[in-house]
């Protein structure tokens, strides 16, 4: 009887895209955090709300709240010409968007300036712009893209001078902090690669209206202590000015 045989596939331009991102990130140390957090007001004012708005910019606004006031979340480790750290004058904040590319799901990154000076209503705008504007529109995306379209050797040995080297061109790469969150389809990230200081996910409600938010550094940056400030500043900021923007949408505000 024949034996069954398998075929050798190429890689796409989507997991060349991963590949960087691994080949980049896997260098740095990382350590994670995490805190149960009680938002059930929140919880109930985001019910109440309608157009009821999205999690992930309730989350992302409430993290660059606490960033833009903790300058050691907006800080960098650089490698060369000597070791020492970059720190950033604002928080440059990048979600993770899925994209279809070319017949397969690609991971690109959108970068969005201090989100803590906009509306959640904004920042969820424009993620839901990046999940369905031609990729050509966006500019961030195509930058990407044009990136990731060059020779491996140039790429690599580009994307190594902006996180080594080019602190500025780093932060508009790829932002200060990251976010990349599962928790709409029911699951939650436990560990990952990142190349950025810190990233933020957390998990679904349980059963009782709490949640764990998770966080992920770069422990040549941050200790400890660092992020449990960061963990316990982000619920209170979740609890205080981001329920208090909530709680003003039309619908809550009747209910």
Known sequence: MAKAKGRILPLS????????????????PLAHGERRIDIRPLKAAVAAARPRPNWLPIFFKAYATVAAARP?????????????LYE??????????????EGDEALL??????????TIAEID????????????????????????????VLRRTLYSAAMNWMTVQ???YFGTFGMSVLA??????????????????YTPFDDAGSMFLRIAIDHRV??????????REMEEVLNGTLLDEVRQLPCARAA
């Open 72 to 84: 050691a979340l907006r800080r960098m480790f650089v490698s060369w010409p000597w070791p020492r």
């Open 13 to 28: 331009l989507a997991r060349q895209m991963i590949c960087d991102f691994l080949a980049i990130s896997q260098p740095i």
């Open 222 to 231: 941050l200790d400890g202590l660092e992020v449990a400030h960061a963990l």
């Open 184 to 201: 709409s389809m029911g699951i939650a990230n436990l560990s990952t690669w990142t190349p950025w200081t810190t990233m933020i996910h």
């Open 125 to 152: 705008l424009l993620i839901k712009e990046a999940r369905i504007r031609p990729l050509e529109e966006i500019a961030g995306f195509r930058r990407q893209l044009r990136f990731a379209r060059l020779p491996r």
């Open 88 to 101: 950033h004058d604002e928080n440059v904040g990048s979600i993770v968007i899925s994209r279809q590319l």
């Open 170 to 172: 780093r932060v508009h």
């Open 109 to 118: 990154f959108l970068q969005v300036p201090a989100p803590e000076k906009r």
